[in-house]
T-cell receptor, first 114, second 111 residues
Framework: ETGVTQSPTHLIKTRGQQVTLRCSSQ?????VSWYQQALGQGPQFIFQ???????GRGNFPPRFSGLQFPNYSSELNVNALELDDSALYLC?????????????FGSGTRLTVV | DAKTTQPTSMDCAEGRAANLPCNHS???????VYWYRQIHSQGPQYIIH???NNETNEMASLIITEDRKSSTLILPHATLRDTAVYYC????????????FGQGTRLTINP
């Protein structure tokens, strides 16, 4: 079975620009979560998508938004980029909404905002 | 979500058992203990989880104390590839399960 794949792996953007990050969930997984990991810190929960609807959100402003598609893949969009948005963005999928059997994480997209 | 406390770093010799402690003294009755690890430049990897009973899988064993206020992750025969940051997470099993990652324990396996 394939794991979680994220694209691109690295990205450099200018402050004020917009960015879209993509995630393909593991085969058979219907729930996708996004996390932000700043350098030297643990990942922080951004939001979760289930059945194409946002199903929970962490402490992130509205300029962080997302989508989930019928094939369960997902996008993370960030508008009006700030320097502090520089981080590793991780996508994680789970078999169901509870995540009881654990989440499968991708290797992430490293975003640098200059 | 309950908070967890883990040592910042630990060392272990290759081939020996690595025992990683986690304190979660404020855990509630329906919260599970999960362990993930993150190898450098990769996303976190699920290891194991439990509620009350001890658990074992192909990767590790999880020992939870009877009062559930602490737990220990055991890697029975550590290899160099087990060098990683290990996160102990306490969470409810519910919709929109949010994993709250702390600083974790940086485990270094020495040859």
């Amino acid at each position: 079975e394939t794991g979680v794949t994220q694209s691109p792996t690295h990205l450099i953007k200018t402050r004020g620009q917009q960015v879209t990050l993509r995630c393909s969930s593991q085969s058979g997984h219907n729930t996708v979560s996004w996390y932000q990991q700043a350098l030297g810190q643990g990942p922080q929960f951004i939001f979760q998508y289930y059945r194409e609807e946002e199903n929970g959100r962490g402490n992130f402003p509205p300029r962080f938004s997302g989508l989930q598609f019928p094939n369960y893949s997902s996008e993370l969009n960030v508008n009006a980029l700030e320097l502090d948005d520089s981080a590793l963005y991780l996508c994680a999928s789970s078999l169901d909404i509870t995540g009881v059997n654990g989440y499968t994480f991708g290797s992430g997209t490293r975003l640098t905002v200059v | 979500d309950a908070k967890t406390t883990q040592p910042t770093s630990m060392d272990c010799a290759e081939g020996r058992a690595a025992n990683l402690p986690c304190n979660h003294s404020t855990i509630s009755g329906n919260e599970y203990v999960y362990w993930y690890r993150q190898i450098h430049s990769q996303g976190p990897q699920y290891i194991i989880h439990g509620l009350k009973n001890n658990e074992t899988n192909e990767m590790a064993s999880l020992i939870i104390t009877e009062d559930r206020k602490s737990s220990t992750l055991i890697l029975p025969h550590a290899t160099l590839r087990d060098t990683a940051v290990y996160y102990c997470i306490v969470t409810l099993i519910q919709g929109a399960q949010k994993l709250v990652f702390g600083q974790g324990t940086r485990l270094t396996i020495n040859p």
